[in-house]
Protein backbone atom coordinates (compact mmCIF):
# COMPACT_ATOMS: atom_id res chain seq x y z
CA UNK A 1 0.00 0.00 0.00
CA UNK A 2 1.22 3.52 -0.68
CA UNK A 3 2.26 5.89 2.14
CA UNK A 4 2.45 9.26 1.84
CA UNK A 5 4.81 11.05 4.74
CA UNK A 6 5.12 14.58 5.80
CA UNK A 7 7.81 15.14 8.26
CA UNK A 8 7.32 18.76 9.09
CA UNK A 9 4.31 19.40 11.57
CA UNK A 10 4.83 22.67 11.69
CA UNK A 11 6.20 25.39 10.42
CA UNK A 12 6.80 29.11 10.10
CA UNK A 13 7.49 32.01 7.02
CA UNK A 14 8.03 35.61 7.69
CA UNK A 15 5.74 37.28 4.89
CA UNK A 16 6.80 38.07 1.69
CA UNK A 17 9.53 35.22 2.41
CA UNK A 18 9.61 31.68 0.90
CA UNK A 19 9.16 28.29 2.16
CA UNK A 20 9.32 25.08 1.44
CA UNK A 21 7.46 22.05 2.76
CA UNK A 22 8.23 18.33 2.23
CA UNK A 23 6.54 15.12 1.17
CA UNK A 24 7.54 12.03 0.25
CA UNK A 25 5.47 8.79 -0.53
CA UNK A 26 6.57 5.18 -1.01
CA UNK A 27 5.05 3.39 -4.24
CA UNK A 28 5.58 0.49 -6.02
CA UNK A 29 3.92 2.28 -9.13
CA UNK A 30 5.06 3.99 -12.32
CA UNK A 31 2.17 5.82 -13.32
CA UNK A 32 -0.11 8.21 -10.66
CA UNK A 33 -0.83 11.52 -9.54
CA UNK A 34 0.19 13.88 -6.62
CA UNK A 35 -1.77 16.92 -5.46
CA UNK A 36 -1.07 19.63 -2.78
CA UNK A 37 -4.21 20.34 -0.73
CA UNK A 38 -4.46 24.00 1.38
CA UNK A 39 -6.95 23.59 4.63
CA UNK A 40 -7.30 27.10 5.57
CA UNK A 41 -9.13 28.10 9.03
CA UNK A 42 -12.60 27.56 7.13
CA UNK A 43 -12.09 24.08 6.92
CA UNK A 44 -11.91 23.91 3.13
CA UNK A 45 -10.21 21.83 1.51
CA UNK A 46 -8.64 23.81 -1.91
CA UNK A 47 -6.36 22.16 -4.73
CA UNK A 48 -3.45 24.37 -4.62
CA UNK A 49 -1.40 22.50 -7.18
CA UNK A 50 -1.73 19.03 -9.25
CA UNK A 51 1.86 16.95 -10.57
CA UNK A 52 1.02 13.69 -13.17
CA UNK A 53 3.98 11.36 -12.57
CA UNK A 54 4.53 11.07 -15.84
CA UNK A 55 5.50 14.53 -16.37
CA UNK A 56 9.06 15.57 -16.09
CA UNK A 57 8.35 19.62 -15.94
CA UNK A 58 7.46 20.39 -12.25
CA UNK A 59 4.15 22.12 -12.15
CA UNK A 60 3.71 25.76 -11.14
CA UNK A 61 0.74 27.87 -10.19
CA UNK A 62 1.63 31.52 -9.35
CA UNK A 63 3.58 32.20 -6.45
CA UNK A 64 3.30 28.00 -5.88
CA UNK A 65 5.49 25.47 -7.44
CA UNK A 66 6.97 21.69 -6.54
CA UNK A 67 9.96 20.00 -6.80
CA UNK A 68 9.01 16.53 -8.29
CA UNK A 69 11.74 14.30 -7.71
CA UNK A 70 10.49 10.78 -8.85
CA UNK A 71 13.23 8.74 -8.14
CA UNK A 72 13.60 10.02 -4.69
CA UNK A 73 9.95 10.13 -4.18
CA UNK A 74 9.91 13.19 -3.27
CA UNK A 75 6.98 15.85 -3.83
CA UNK A 76 7.71 19.49 -2.09
CA UNK A 77 5.91 22.35 -2.17
CA UNK A 78 7.70 25.75 -2.59
CA UNK A 79 5.31 28.83 -1.37
CA UNK A 80 7.14 32.48 -2.80
CA UNK A 81 6.33 35.62 -1.64
CA UNK A 82 4.26 34.30 1.09
CA UNK A 83 0.95 35.89 2.25
CA UNK A 84 -0.78 35.87 5.21
CA UNK A 85 -3.32 34.29 3.41
CA UNK A 86 -1.18 31.19 3.38
CA UNK A 87 -1.37 30.75 6.47
CA UNK A 88 -3.15 27.10 6.84
CA UNK A 89 -2.68 23.29 6.87
CA UNK A 90 -1.29 21.96 4.14
CA UNK A 91 -1.68 18.04 3.06
CA UNK A 92 0.60 16.47 0.41
CA UNK A 93 -1.67 13.38 -1.81
CA UNK A 94 -0.86 10.58 -3.67
CA UNK A 95 -3.40 9.11 -6.26
CA UNK A 96 -3.00 5.85 -7.74
CA UNK A 97 -4.47 4.86 -11.36
CA UNK A 98 -5.02 1.12 -10.20
CA UNK A 99 -9.11 0.33 -10.19
CA UNK A 100 -9.40 1.07 -6.97
CA UNK A 101 -11.40 4.28 -6.71
CA UNK A 102 -12.13 4.82 -2.56
CA UNK A 103 -8.26 3.50 -1.46
CA UNK A 104 -6.48 5.30 -4.16
CA UNK A 105 -6.13 8.55 -2.55
CA UNK A 106 -3.89 8.60 0.09
CA UNK A 107 -3.49 11.89 2.18
CA UNK A 108 -0.32 12.81 4.07
CA UNK A 109 -0.83 13.75 8.22
CA UNK A 110 -0.32 17.68 6.88
CA UNK A 111 1.68 20.63 7.95
CA UNK A 112 0.49 23.54 9.64
CA UNK A 113 2.01 26.82 8.18
CA UNK A 114 1.72 30.12 9.91
CA UNK A 115 2.58 33.20 8.06
CA UNK A 116 3.91 35.88 10.65
CA UNK A 117 3.38 39.52 9.64
CA UNK B 1 -21.23 26.52 -11.22
CA UNK B 2 -20.44 23.14 -10.32
CA UNK B 3 -18.96 21.87 -7.11
CA UNK B 4 -20.50 19.95 -4.30
CA UNK B 5 -22.91 20.95 -1.78
CA UNK B 6 -22.61 19.43 1.88
CA UNK B 7 -25.39 20.51 4.63
CA UNK B 8 -26.06 21.14 7.34
CA UNK B 9 -22.84 22.73 8.23
CA UNK B 10 -23.23 22.72 11.77
CA UNK B 11 -24.86 19.83 13.24
CA UNK B 12 -25.60 19.06 17.00
CA UNK B 13 -26.97 15.83 18.37
CA UNK B 14 -28.39 14.08 21.43
CA UNK B 15 -26.43 10.91 22.20
CA UNK B 16 -28.72 7.90 20.92
CA UNK B 17 -29.94 9.72 17.92
CA UNK B 18 -28.85 9.37 14.35
CA UNK B 19 -27.86 11.84 12.47
CA UNK B 20 -27.85 12.26 8.83
CA UNK B 21 -25.12 14.64 6.61
CA UNK B 22 -26.38 15.55 2.98
CA UNK B 23 -24.09 15.61 -0.01
CA UNK B 24 -24.80 16.45 -3.52
CA UNK B 25 -22.80 17.00 -6.50
CA UNK B 26 -23.36 18.46 -9.51
CA UNK B 27 -20.17 17.70 -11.38
CA UNK B 28 -20.67 14.40 -13.30
CA UNK B 29 -18.25 12.40 -10.82
CA UNK B 30 -18.54 8.96 -11.08
CA UNK B 31 -17.11 8.49 -7.61
CA UNK B 32 -18.12 10.43 -4.23
CA UNK B 33 -16.50 9.52 -0.59
CA UNK B 34 -17.19 10.42 2.87
CA UNK B 35 -13.86 11.95 4.88
CA UNK B 36 -13.57 12.16 8.53
CA UNK B 37 -11.17 14.81 10.41
CA UNK B 38 -10.58 15.32 14.09
CA UNK B 39 -8.71 18.18 15.38
CA UNK B 40 -5.22 18.94 13.96
CA UNK B 41 -5.41 15.59 11.99
CA UNK B 42 -5.61 14.16 8.64
CA UNK B 43 -8.58 13.13 7.02
CA UNK B 44 -9.79 9.26 7.36
CA UNK B 45 -11.93 7.21 4.74
CA UNK B 46 -15.42 6.44 5.96
CA UNK B 47 -17.09 5.22 2.88
CA UNK B 48 -16.67 5.40 -0.80
CA UNK B 49 -18.94 4.53 -3.75
CA UNK B 50 -17.57 4.26 -7.28
CA UNK B 51 -21.42 4.18 -9.02
CA UNK B 52 -24.96 3.90 -7.91
CA UNK B 53 -26.36 1.87 -5.58
CA UNK B 54 -22.59 0.36 -5.21
CA UNK B 55 -20.65 1.54 -2.01
CA UNK B 56 -17.74 0.13 0.19
CA UNK B 57 -16.06 0.38 3.60
CA UNK B 58 -13.00 2.47 4.40
CA UNK B 59 -10.88 2.29 6.74
CA UNK B 60 -13.51 4.03 9.82
CA UNK B 61 -17.36 2.81 8.24
CA UNK B 62 -18.03 1.16 12.34
CA UNK B 63 -21.09 3.46 13.25
CA UNK B 64 -21.85 5.04 10.02
CA UNK B 65 -24.29 4.36 6.79
CA UNK B 66 -24.76 5.51 3.33
CA UNK B 67 -26.71 5.52 0.40
CA UNK B 68 -26.45 6.06 -3.14
CA UNK B 69 -29.18 5.53 -5.16
CA UNK B 70 -28.91 8.75 -7.31
CA UNK B 71 -25.33 9.53 -9.30
CA UNK B 72 -25.45 13.06 -7.36
CA UNK B 73 -25.88 12.26 -3.93
CA UNK B 74 -23.88 9.99 -1.22
CA UNK B 75 -25.68 11.14 2.04
CA UNK B 76 -23.42 9.98 5.42
CA UNK B 77 -25.31 8.54 8.17
CA UNK B 78 -23.55 8.69 11.78
CA UNK B 79 -25.64 6.38 13.83
CA UNK B 80 -26.09 5.49 17.48
CA UNK B 81 -23.49 3.04 17.03
CA UNK B 82 -20.68 5.68 16.59
CA UNK B 83 -19.13 5.97 19.89
CA UNK B 84 -17.00 9.43 19.58
CA UNK B 85 -18.71 11.09 16.47
CA UNK B 86 -17.81 14.42 17.21
CA UNK B 87 -15.81 15.27 14.49
CA UNK B 88 -15.53 17.49 10.98
CA UNK B 89 -17.03 15.68 7.68
CA UNK B 90 -15.96 15.85 4.21
CA UNK B 91 -18.13 14.58 1.29
CA UNK B 92 -15.79 14.71 -2.07
CA UNK B 93 -16.01 13.23 -5.57
CA UNK B 94 -13.83 12.20 -8.25
CA UNK B 95 -13.83 11.46 -12.10
CA UNK B 96 -13.42 7.36 -12.39
CA UNK B 97 -9.57 7.32 -13.83
CA UNK B 98 -8.15 10.86 -13.36
CA UNK B 99 -7.57 14.19 -11.40
CA UNK B 100 -8.05 15.41 -8.18
CA UNK B 101 -10.55 15.34 -5.75
CA UNK B 102 -13.28 17.93 -5.11
CA UNK B 103 -14.59 18.61 -1.89
CA UNK B 104 -17.47 20.31 -0.49
CA UNK B 105 -17.10 22.76 2.41
CA UNK B 106 -17.97 20.16 5.04
CA UNK B 107 -20.07 19.68 7.80
CA UNK B 108 -19.61 20.17 11.83
CA UNK B 109 -21.15 17.75 14.03
CA UNK B 110 -21.19 17.99 17.58
CA UNK B 111 -22.57 15.24 20.24
CA UNK B 112 -23.98 17.24 23.28
Known amino acids: AQTVTQSQPEMSVQEAETVTLSCTYDTSESDYYLFWYKQPPSRQMILVIRQEAYKQQNATENRFSVNFQKAAKSFSLKISDSQLGDAAMYFCAYRSLTYNYGQNFVFGPGTRLSVLP | ?112
Not at chain 2, 15 to 33: F, I, K, P, R
Not at chain 2, 34 to 48: A, E, F, N, S
Not at chain 2, 62 to 84: H, I, M
Open chain 2, 1 to 112: DGGITQSPKYLFRKEGQNVTLSCEQNLNHDAMYWYRQDPGQGLRLIYYSQIVNDFQKGDIAEGYSVSREKKESFPLTVTSAQKNPTAFYLCASSTAYTGELFFGEGSRLTVL
